[in-house]
């Protein structure tokens, strides 16, 4: 079993700069592929970063890539995600995943373990 427990979310101005963290359970955190996805109100929940294991590879979405950094902490079993450059679009609950057989995939489908979600609030 893992559990995940994120948080970093709240209301942040366009332009500005926000890092959630998930924090998993787990002794072979190591051995997980990690992901972050996110849900705005009325839309279906799309994939925004994935990293693996070793955090030797990531993989982003178009909408974010050179805004957002994902990263991991395999001794803190943690895993963040540093946005930038933040716009109104970005306002989304964010949740991380995570995939039990360490491949790199953007399906939230083939994610095995879901957080309870934050909240990220971006004002114009």
């Known amino acids: 079993q893992v559990q995940l427990v994120e948080s970093g979310g709240g209301l942040v101005q366009a332009g500005g700069s926000l890092r959630v963290s998930c924090a998993a359970s787990?002794?072979?955190?190591?051995?997980?592929?990690m992901g972050w996805f996110r849900q705005a109100p009325g839309k279906e929940r799309e994939f925004v970063a994935a990293?693996?294991?070793?955090?030797?590879?990531?993989y982003y979405a178009d909408s974010v890539k050179g805004r957002f950094t994902i990263s991991r902490d395999n001794a803190k079993n943690t895993v963040y995600l540093q946005m930038n450059s933040l716009k109104p679009a970005d306002t989304a609950v964010y949740y991380c995943?995570?995939?039990?057989?360490?491949?790199?995939?953007?399906?939230?489908?083939?994610?095995?373990?879901w957080g309870q979600g934050t909240q990220v609030t971006i004002s114009s």
């Open positions: 787990g002794r072979t955190f190591s051995s997980y592929t």
């Open positions: 995943a995570a995939d039990l057989t360490g491949a790199l995939r953007i399906s939230q489908y083939d994610y095995n373990y």
């Open positions: 990293i693996s294991w070793s955090g030797g590879s990531t």
